[in-house]
């Protein structure tokens, strides 16, 4: 499996990327300053070229610590109420709708791998939501849906941590609950994207504290990938960078009775074969 990261190094506390290997970290962008970070690369289609270029290990475990993989994205744009479970969840008796629901995450809500997950002081509500997360690599509008995953460049993986209360503080929208400083990870590296079955038959899971919450399969969205990227691209155009996360399973701590939102020393872990594993650990601003 092929790991593209951007870390942190301990050292100098430069922000690099490059490749992840069993030893540790292969710096790649000291020798292509051409391509600031891993935007870039997509945006040249080189992230497999770069892959292939890994040297030595240059920070062992320990010397460094991981970023969101695409340090600012143009856009994040996360796809609502994806698996049929999570319809269900509502109890509303409403079939699943003929068109996904969307809405806009800011980088900065994100931190990366084994980063905390911070719990603001206004409210305990924390929740969690694993996810697969589709790195675009060739732009476009109006995307044809039969020709959407050749505009994916890479995957990762999201736990799209929500303010549940929060969510609610308005009419129609989630904006306020789903944009907080550091509420949800993303990470730990990007795995290019090379056989559609990554996307359309994968796995995902999320335990907290070892106990597993959530479990599906991408075989069962309702607005599968390939249509996200050709609804998605209707309205806007889509850039190379542009992160989609795809939908969650049934299963978050909000739907628990009583609720089971995070805690500080919880730990949540995000998993799908091929991609790894995101794991953070909760704590209190």
Known sequence: MTRLATVTCHATGDT??????????????????????????????????????????????GEFSYQIPIPSPEKIICVGVNFPDRNAEYKDGKEAPPNPSLFIRIPRSFTGHEQPLVRPPETPQLDYEGEIAVVIGKGGRRIPEAQALDHIAALTLCNEGTLRDWVRHAKFNVTQGKNWDDSGAMGPWLVPFTDPAQITDADIETRVNGELRQQDNTARMIFPVAFQIAYISTFTTLVPGDIIVSGTPTGAGARFDPPRFLEPGDVVEVTSPGLGTLRNRVQDA
């Open 16 to 61: 690099l990327w490059g490749v992840i290997t069993d030893e540790g970290f292969s710096a790649l962008s000291p020798h292509h300053v051409g391509y600031p970070t891993l935007r870039e690369v997509i945006e040249a289609g080189a992230l497999e070229k770069m892959a292939a270029q890994a040297g030595p290990v240059t920070h062992g475990p």
